[in-house]
């Protein structure tokens, strides 16, 4: 092998694992729309503030002294109360007023949030502690941080606490139902309600994980900062095929892996045309989404 | 279920109104020791003055500090009076964009009525709202916008700062002969008029004192976040010196990411990289062995210098960055212009701004030329975890 293609194979390398990286957090982001919009139908835009708000109070929470691990767990619990109380204060409320009056609902909380969180938190951006001390190790002329691994694993993890959950847990069990045929699941005595309530906890204490996450590898956190991650973990979604928790992983980790393949082999400032324009290609030919015919497995 | 909507919609006014009141306290005239004025009829005693800065979003640390300097300086002017006029500062933020500085120079001209108009810090912004201070006739000066095309919106527009033709060449000098480099790549901010702009300069300069310019396409966007697949293909094009004229929020991130990949090639900017949070955001690894041009350095030993940090210090409880300093000097030379002026209508307040000769400020001697720039000193400052510390002064 000629020196030049071994450099080549270390650049892709290097964008894969970047692409993997960017990936598993739209993947993260992805899953909570896909919950959500498996048991309700419901697009919910409003959950980028999500992650934004788990970004927040992990940034708080590490700034106070605490340690990652508990601020991780907390801001997750967090993020997921807030979305419970906007599931009862805007959502639950409209529920059966049809599905344009709540995508245009979800679309002014998610506005509310990004406005209000300028106004009582700051619009500067502010630097994220250091909670874990940054590691490099370089692997030939590959160069990987110890954040991104955690970032990996933590995603890993997460996937595999929800696949336990919905497959094989009671409650899960009851998720899958209601997600199947709301009417029905409730005739069988299964308070849907609460069930709801718990999707949309579940999705967004994932975002909130996703924005701590973030926080500790950008090391940056500020109030706009769900707008274009959520708008791109929502075509993740799509991509992967919306309603359907394995599609939301897969739909991210072929988002994030296009971008930075665009930026690395090509030219950056068509990294988002270009990879929305493979995005569009790939829905022209599937428009279910990848794992779209594969219907048993929504929630 | 009734009362869910009904809660929210509680819930929702009374956030909006808390919002509303203290955005009303903080917009309100800063004028240091009056009252805020009710109605916005113009009386006698008040020369109005707007400023156009962004208080909040990627950039708000320059404007937070501009209007900190104007305020100091304000203080020193309404210590007495301008021909028996007091001069009255409205605030509006612009959040660093284009979009809302026009919006606030609009606001600013149709509803306050203010006979002067100072900012914006980002070149684009002030691109923005330039052109409508120019056709209402209100003169503008920007303390801080250094892209050309700025002041060549007409002659209501001018500047106390240097151009980015000058500041571009002082960074490619120092590139070529101090730092001795011949391999340069240049990472452009592609939202950016400024960073365009700098880095066009620079490029010309860079070539012909006989270095060579890396010919790929290296840009971002404002508010990216992921810098490592571009840093990569960077690397892998092997320069010796980076030109990186950017804003500090996406400079920031991008030093970190860049020590992470092991790319130790010194960075260079330019003044949009002064600012405190470059040091919080880069860390102490990314921030180390690079340098950028400014306009000002609180390390100078001038006396003048020395007080203005000083006065500085004692009033927010920090060090001066250069927008302070910028923004302190251009609300002086305004004063200056308007103290000099035949009245107080915006032909003559202009040809006064217009015609400032040799005056001496915190960033040096500030000239307005033809074409309505300063001709004024810029510094070279290395970037060091604890600050920015002064490396040489650039004369013009």
Redesign the interface.
């Known amino acids: 092998m000629s020196e030049e293609f071994v ?1 080549f194979l270390y ?1 892709i390398a ?2 894969l694992l ?2 993997i990286t ?1 990936g598993s957090i739209y993947a993260l982001i992805a899953l909570g729309y896909t919950m959500v919009y498996g048991i309700i139908k419901l697009i919910n835009f409003a959950h980028g503030e999500f992650y934004m708000i788990g970004a927040f109070i992990g940034f708080y929470l590490i700034t106070s002294g605490m340690p990652f691990v508990p601020a991780l767990l907390i801001a997750m619990i967090g993020s997921g109360l807030v979305a419970v109380l906007i599931e ?3 959502y ?3 529920r059966s007023a049809g599905r344009i009056s709540a995508l245009i609902t979800a679309l002014g909380t998610s506005l ?1 949030f990004q406005y ?1 969180g ?2 009582v938190l ?4 502010k ?1 994220f502690p ?1 909670a874990i001390k ?1 590691k ?1 190790y ?1 692997i030939g002329e590959i ?1 990987i ?1 110890n954040t991104q691994i955690i970032i990996f694993v933590s995603t890993i993890l997460l996937m595999i606490f929800l696949w336990w959950l919905v497959n094989k847990t009671k409650i899960g069990k009851a998720m899958r139902a209601t997600s199947f045929d709301m009417k029905a699941a409730q005739l069988m005595g299964i308070n849907t309600n609460q069930i709801i309530s718990f999707t949309f906890f579940v999705g967004a204490a994932f975002a909130g994980a996703a924005g701590v996450l ?1 926080g500790l590898y ?3 956190v ?1 109030p ?1 900062m769900g707008m ?1 991650p959520g708008l791109k973990a929502f075509v993740a979604a799509v991509l992967g095929g919306i309603g359907i928790i394995p599609g939301a992983v897969i739909g991210g980790l072929v988002l994030g892996i296009a971008e ?2 665009v ?2 082999l090509w ?3 068509y990294r988002d045309a270009i990879a929305f324009a493979i995005l569009i290609l790939i829905l022209l030919f599937k428009p279910a989404g990848i794992l779209g015919e594969n219907k048993k497995e929504k929630v | ?1 009734l009362n ?2 009904f ?2 919609v509680l ?2 006014s009374l ?1 909006f109104f808390s ?1 509303n009141k ?2 009303a306290a903080t917009r309100k005239t800063n004028s240091s020791d009056q009252p805020a004025a009710t109605t916005k009829a113009k009386s006698d005693d008040v020369i109005r003055v707007g400023a156009v800065f962004a208080m ?3 950039i ?2 320059y404007g937070q500090e501009s209007v900190n300097g104007i305020n100091l300086a304000l203080k020193k002017i309404n210590a007495e009076s301008i021909k028996g006029k007091r001069i009255e500062l409205i605030v509006e933020d612009n ?1 660093g964009e284009p979009a809302e500085s026009a919006n606030a120079v609009r606001k600013l001209i149709d509803i306050d009525k203010v006979d002067v108009i100072l900012g914006a810090v980002a070149s684009s912004n002030t691109l923005a709202g330039a052109p409508i201070a120019q056709n209402q006739k209100v003169p503008l000066i920007t303390p801080a916008s250094t892209n050309e095309k700025v002041t060549q919106t007409g002659d209501f527009i001018s500047r106390t700062c240097f151009t980015d033709n000058f500041q571009g060449v002082v960074m490619a000098k120092f590139a070529a002969s101090t730092l001795q480099k011949k391999n340069a790549a240049i990472i452009i901010d ?1 939202a950016s008029d400024y960073s365009k702009g700098l880095a066009s300069v620079f490029k010309d300069e860079f070539k012909k004192l006989g270095g060579t310019i890396i010919d790929q ?5 404002q ?1 990216d ?2 810098f ?3 840093l ?2 960077v690397k ?1 094009a092997n320069p010796d010196v980076i030109f990186l004229p950017g804003y500090y ?1 996406e400079v ?2 991008m030093l ?1 990411q860049a020590k ?3 790319i130790n090639t010194p960075f260079l900017g330019g003044d949009g990289w002064d600012s405190p ?1 470059l040091q ?2 880069a ?1 102490p690894e990314g921030v180390k062995g690079n340098y950028i041009s400014s306009h000002f350095s609180a390390d100078d030993k001038d006396e003048k210098v020395q007080a203005f940090v000083k006065d500085y210090v004692d009033n927010f409880g920090a060090k001066p960055g250069a927008m302070a300093a910028l923004g302190h000097d251009g609300m002086l030379v305004l004063a200056d212009a308007l103290k000099r002026a035949e009245n107080f209508n915006a032909e003559s307040i202009k040809m006064a701004i217009n015609s400032t000769k040799g005056f001496v400020g915190v960033t040096g001697s500030i000239t307005i030329d033809e074409n309505r720039n300063a001709r004024k000193s810029a510094v070279v400052l290395e970037t060091k975890p604890s600050g920015m510390s002064f490396k040489q002064k650039v004369s013009p």
């Open positions: 450099f650049d290097t964008y970047n692409g960017q009862w204060i805007v639950r409320p409209i509310f209000a300028q106004r700051g619009a500067d951006p630097a250091q940054v490099t370089q160069y941080t973030v950008y090391n940056t500020e706009m274009i930075n393949l930026v690395g030219v950056s400032t | 279920m869910y909507p809660l929210g819930l929702a956030l919002c203290e955005e909040t979003g990627p708000a640390t959040k592609n396409n290296f840009t971002y966007t508010k976040t992921d490592r697949s571009l990569r293909r892998r929020t920031g991130l970190k992470q990949m092991g949070k919080e955001l860390g």
